[in-house]
């Protein structure tokens, strides 16, 4: 059995006003991840999301290479222990 991880993500592009974020929940909900898709008033979005170590690098994958709405010009994460507390995957 895997132990839960939680990646945190910040993606960067023409991201905001184009559905990412609601493409993002589409995604993770299929792969089975909780946590959470919010804009940044810098123009990036930041990405939290908690499951085994392979959903949210499937997920990681998807932001970067995935069919996204919008542009990526690149995406940067972090690892960390989950802190729990989310039902399914919100927009914020």
């Not at 974020?21 to 993770?28: H, I």
């Not at 299929?30 to 930041?46: F, H, K, T």
């Not at 499937?58 to 996204?68: I, P, W």
Request: aromatic content about 8%; hydrophobic content about 35%.
């Amino acid at each position: 059995m895997t132990e839960d991880v939680r990646m945190t993500a910040w993606v960067r592009g023409s991201v905001q006003q184009v559905g990412f974020r609601w493409w993002t929940r589409s995604r993770a909900l299929e792969i089975g991840l909780l946590g959470y898709a919010s804009n940044l008033g810098d123009g990036r979005v930041q990405v939290v999301a908690e499951g085994s170590r392979e959903q949210c690098d499937e997920l990681l994958h998807l932001l970067r290479h995935g069919d996204t709405p919008g542009r990526v010009d690149g995406v940067t994460e972090i690892w960390g222990k989950p802190e729990g507390g989310y039902e399914g995957f919100a927009i914020r």
